[in-house]
């Protein structure tokens, strides 16, 4: 599991250890990582140029010392400060000591910038707010040919959420102190930050506002069948989807189910014959269930189905036409209800429950805001579909997906998922654990799928399946990836598997 931490909870737990060489700890695991690029780089570190582009206070100390250590190994190291009067007087001296050069001019600074075989940026520190002063703008703009290191997090991304107020480094590698940053997991700070190190220094923080579930912990929490199993006993899910204009949202929804764990699929829905003929399994009619999914391509059909839902005491999750029809009701739907409810939209759907003139772009663009403020006003969890997707329950807590690729955006993807969240749903996992699980046997389902990896999935699933890898797949096809994707994630721990995912712990 990751753990991701405020910045006030990194604050508290800093102050534990004060008088602690925290700073000494944090310096030497980024000068280390440094080492290793420029060797990866060019070879050695001797004679490479390191550009230091240093804000104020400690994270620019961090970076500074960081350039002290590598002059120390023979690197040319040049730093700009950007805050001058407020510079780390000890690392700052400590460079100088080196032979470091120092500059405030910035056209010099863009030049080095270019040129640089290294780039550290300690700009701004986690508690930056506000976006890039205008003095550091042209970095987050400006051309380059080397490696972009970010000290503890992107400056312009902030920390806490991952939002951006504006421009922002985009780096290479990002290097973190201690424990993650929210900011680090969720997009579109995510997507600033590339592959994050994390190098530990000793904090003790209390529990993380922001978890990301990995391969041991979803080996751990997916449900296995039993000796004394039957259909009842691993979950028989209902589906109300579909309908004469969707026939296709059923049949996914299904397929998610029934591909994703369900001990049996039960159906009401207009296009019934299509679903049996497709998938003889289905059981038909009213009867017995553990956890409904409602509103899939239900088209007119969509109130009945919603309110035949809400009405059963099993856990509920609410998806498209359900969403936009619950959206039209709005949160008094929901109150009084006992069982759980799981409500699944993407950002536009996440805008309509919100209502008050909320956006679609303004939902992605605070991710993690949303999806907190949507299920503290419905009393629900909610999965909030996206590059990051979003898990957050009413009390505050929250989950984020790392697994996906940008192929999963195609028609009929979200119906899958909910039928596979459902399923775990009816398996008797909590909202709070089958939103997350489904997510990322969702996201490892796409990758396997992408890579062509569905019949070969011992030798693992690329990372870097992605907007550049792999090639296009239908829902289809994701739903017939996930018994792949969960054999890899419960395969024994230590193999190929996890490693060659990039997912492990």
């Known amino acids: 599991m990751r753990h991701a931490h405020t910045v006030e909870q990194v604050r508290a737990a800093e102050a534990e250890l004060a008088g602690q060489p925290l700073m000494d700890r944090a310096v030497a695991g980024l000068a280390a990582t440094c080492s290793r690029l420029l060797r990866e780089r060019r070879g050695r570190v ?76 300690g700009i701004v520190g986690i508690g930056g707010r506000g976006g890039l002063r205008p003095e550091a703008v ?27 107020a504006g421009a922002a480094i985009r780096a290479d590698l990002t290097v973190t102190f201690g424990t993650h940053k929210p900011g680090l997991l969720i997009d579109p700070g995510a997507g600033h930050a590339g592959p994050v190190q994390l190098v530990p220094i000793g904090l003790r923080p209390p529990e993380a506002a922001v978890q990301a579930l990995q391969h041991a912990d979803l080996g751990a929490l997916l449900p296995r069948p039993g000796t004394e199993s039957d259909k009842y006993r691993r979950g028989v899910l209902g589906v109300r989807a579909g309908s004469e204009r969707y026939p296709g949202a059923a049949l996914l929804v299904v397929a998610g189910a029934l591909h994703g764990g369900a001990g049996a699929v039960r159906y009401l829905g207009r296009p019934a014959a299509e679903v049996v003929r497709r998938h003889p399994e289905v059981l038909l009619g009213d009867g017995r269930v553990q956890a409904w999914v409602a509103g899939p391509g239900s088209g007119e059909a969509t109130a009945e189905a919603l309110d035949a839902a809400l009405a ?24 009084g209800r006992a069982a759980p409810t799981l409500l ?49 329950r009413p009390d505050g807590a929250a989950r984020v997906n790392p697994t996906g690729t940008s192929w999963l955006a195609t028609a009929g993807s979200g119906d899958v998922l909910a039928g596979l969240a459902g399923a775990l749903l009816a398996a008797g996992l ?39 890898g792999g090639a296009p797949v239908t829902a289809q096809q994701v739903a017939a990836a996930l018994p792949a994707a969960w ?19």
């Not at 509920?316 to 008094?332: N, Q, S």
């Not at 992605?364 to 419905?378: K, S, V």
């Not at 054999?487 to 995912?501: E, F, L, M």
């Open 46 to 121: 001797y004679g490479s140029r390191v550009l230091v582009l240093a804000g104020s206070g400690d994270n620019g100390g961090d970076a500074l010392f960081a350039g002290a250590a590598l002059a120390r190994r023979g690197a040319a190291v040049s730093a700009v400060l950007l805050s001058p009067d407020r510079a780390h007087p000890a690392a700052l001296a400590a460079l100088r000591a080196t032979g470091g050069q120092v500059t405030t001019d910035q056209e010099v600074g863009l030049a080095d910038f270019a040129r640089a075989d290294l780039i550290l940026d």
């Open 138 to 164: 042209p970095y987050a703009t400006a051309g380059r040919t080397g490696v972009l290191v970010a000290v503890d997090l992107p400056s312009g991304v902030d920390a806490d959420t991952g939002e951006l």
């Open 312 to 335: 059963a005491e099993v856990p509920v999750l609410v998806d498209a036409d359900g969403l936009t029809e619950l959206a039209r009701r709005g949160p008094a739907a929901l109150a």
């Open 344 to 392: 699944t939209p993407h950002a536009g759907e996440a805008a309509r429950l919100l209502g008050g003139g909320a956006t679609a772009e303004r939902a992605a663009a605070a991710r993690l805001r949303t999806a907190r403020e949507l299920a503290d006003r419905y009393g629900a969890t909610v999965l909030l579909k996206g590059s990051t997707t979003v898990v957050a």
């Open 430 to 468: 909590t909202p709070f654990d089958a939103a997350p699980a489904a997510a990322y046997l969702h996201g490892l389902a796409g990758r396997l799928a992408a890579a062509g990896g569905n019949r070969h999935c011992s030798a693992g699933v690329p990372s870097t399946v992605g907007d550049r």
């Open 487 to 505: 054999r890899n994630v419960t395969a024994p721990q230590g193999g190929s598997q996890q490693n060659a995912a990039g997912l492990g712990d």
